[in-house]
């Protein structure tokens, strides 16, 4: 059985009130780099960023992080641009939903391969059940779960996040 814990609506509402708190946070910077974990992650960063290029003069490039989210080790994590690109930059760090943190663990790690001024991390969906060092710091929502309990979202059709 499914719940649904946030519709399209409260979706729309919850990244503009991100992308808004993302601008507050780097007006200072003229360029910022939106990274995305691919799947729901890309898509929930291509969102972000085109509202941030609305309110903002900042100059934003998105960025898509490859892994394999069952086995992060197995394969390299891979960006789609070059490492140096995010040199001395701002990189906001974004996927669709935080379990134990370690997909954006691994992706974090990617990026800290170079030395970037700071890192952001933004979710949809926050579970808080943590295995890995990792705290959202833009939130769609919060939600406490029990471990058997896995959050969806989607993105198509008619949006929302749902517990199954």
């Known amino acids: 059985m499914e719940n649904t814990i946030l519709n399209k609506q409260q979706i729309e509402q919850k990244i503009v009130r991100i ?18 974990i691919s799947g729901n992650g890309m898509i929930l960063a291509e969102k972000i960023a085109t509202i941030v290029k609305t309110v903002a003069d900042q100059q934003v490039e998105l960025v898509t992080i490859t892994l394999d989210k069952e086995a992060p080790l197995s394969h390299p ?8 690109d995010l040199t001395h930059s701002v990189v906001i760090l974004v996927d669709d939903v935080i379990n134990s943190g ?10 800290l391969e170079t ?7 933004v979710t949809l969906v926050d579970r808080t059940h ?3 060092p990792i705290r959202a710091d833009f939130v769609g929502i919060t939600l406490t779960t029990t471990l058997k309990d896995r959050v969806e979202v989607t993105f198509e059709n ?3 996040a749902y517990l199954v």
């Open 130 to 132: 943590r295995r890995y």
């Open 77 to 84: 994590v891979k960006l789609s641009c070059p490492s140096d």
């Open 158 to 160: 008619e949006a929302r």
């Open 19 to 36: 992308a808004h708190e993302i601008v507050e946070n780097t007006f200072s910077h003229n360029r910022i780099f939106i990274a995305g």
């Open 102 to 111: 370690r997909t954006m663990q691994y992706a974090l790690m990617k990026i």
């Open 115 to 121: 030395p970037v001024d700071f890192i952001k991390t």
